[in-house]
């Protein structure tokens, strides 16, 4: 049975920092891509940040610089570290594993983690 369980979220004012963790199980965790995706009220899920299993990044317009994902592939984990967050950060966090082909490939996501930013 395949888990993704996130944690880590929270309340931080506007300028904090928080690191949100995501840890797999059932998987080859090595050889998945895995990245975070966020939902805020009433917009679509929207993509954060990315890691390929070869360790290849890649960050939205509105993190890049503030936010940076990392993976421990032995304790098959994947991290968000959030700096200078901004209310507009406030959303429920996603982790994605992902495997197969680009055009069709086989997804699994985590439960989400509430993120809200707020003074």
């Known amino acids: 049975q395949v888990r993704l369980v996130e944690s880590g979220g929270g309340l931080v004012q506007p300028g904090g920092s928080l690191r949100l963790s995501c840890a797999a199980s059932?998987?080859?965790?090595?050889?998945?891509?895995v990245g975070w995706y966020r939902q805020a009220p009433g917009k679509q899920r929207e993509m954060v940040a990315g890691m390929t299993s070869g360790g290849i990044t890649n960050y939205s317009d509105s993190v890049r610089g503030r936010f940076g994902i990392a993976r421990d592939n032995a304790k098959n984990t994947v991290y968000l570290q959030m700096n200078s967050l901004k209310p507009d950060d406030t959303a429920v966090y996603y982790c994605?594993?992902?495997?197969?082909?680009?055009?069709?490939?086989?997804?699994?996501w985590g439960q989400g983690t509430q993120v809200t930013v707020s003074s």
């Open positions: 059932g998987i080859m965790f090595r050889n998945y891509a």
């Open positions: 994605n594993a992902r495997i197969g082909d680009p055009r069709d490939p086989i997804n699994y």
